[in-house]
């Protein structure tokens, strides 16, 4: 008899959700819960605009099948499981034409490549524990969407990997602001995203920006939201001029326009 309330306890004590593959999922918690994912406690952020409230990021890889994320919510003595339900994004096929070299790049090239991917991975890794921004994120510029996140790319007839961002509109020239304040953690000229310059906003989260024309920060350099981080152009692996924007979450690449979505939710 006392197992059997114990199992119906144990069954009714399941909380179940769904995102998509590249989306991230936001769950708000208040000041005596936490989140664990594989044992490990994942990072509490602090809710901007709520007293005591905090919120946890999962930001599901674009690579994920479909599946299920399991985590532990836990409050005190009380334990609740969370099953998150992956489900596949109805991405498309994209086919681009672009500079050959710029897809079968030559041996040369390989090292620096190599190198930037590793620069790229390393400041990704790093969980910057101090929050810079206090309000919402922005967006880049206000243009047009030429391009979505997460379409299957085909570059001169072969498969080249995911559009890892969003790319807006830009004639050469147009000014490209952060979406929120930050600190300049790359501002170069880079193999395939051109003149590109990354954000730090703190807790892991990460805003890029390429194929400048001009750069107009340097590495160290605090921003404030709106600022002018440069000028757009057609540098990197381009098909024309355009500004390809990524948000970063956990070294992960994820929707940016449905993070910045979810994330200026907070403050409603
Ligand atoms: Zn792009």
Redesign the pocket.
Known sequence: MYRGILIFLLITNLFSYEITNGKTFFLELNKDSHIFKDNKELPRLKNPSKEDGYFVLIPVEYKTKKNIINLLHVEGNKKTNIALHVEQGNYKKETLKVNSKKVNPPKSEQNRIWKEYLESKKIYATFTKKRYWSKPFLLPLNSKIT?VYGNARVYNGSLKGF?????FRAPTGTKLKTVNDGVVVVASRRYYSGNAVIIDHGEGIYSSY?HMSKIAVKVGQKVKRGEVLGLSGATGRVTGP?L?FSIIIDSKKIDPLDFIQKINSLFD
């Not at 559009?163 to 790319?167: A, L, V």
């Open positions: 391009s559009h890892s961002g969003t790319d390429s355009h390809h």
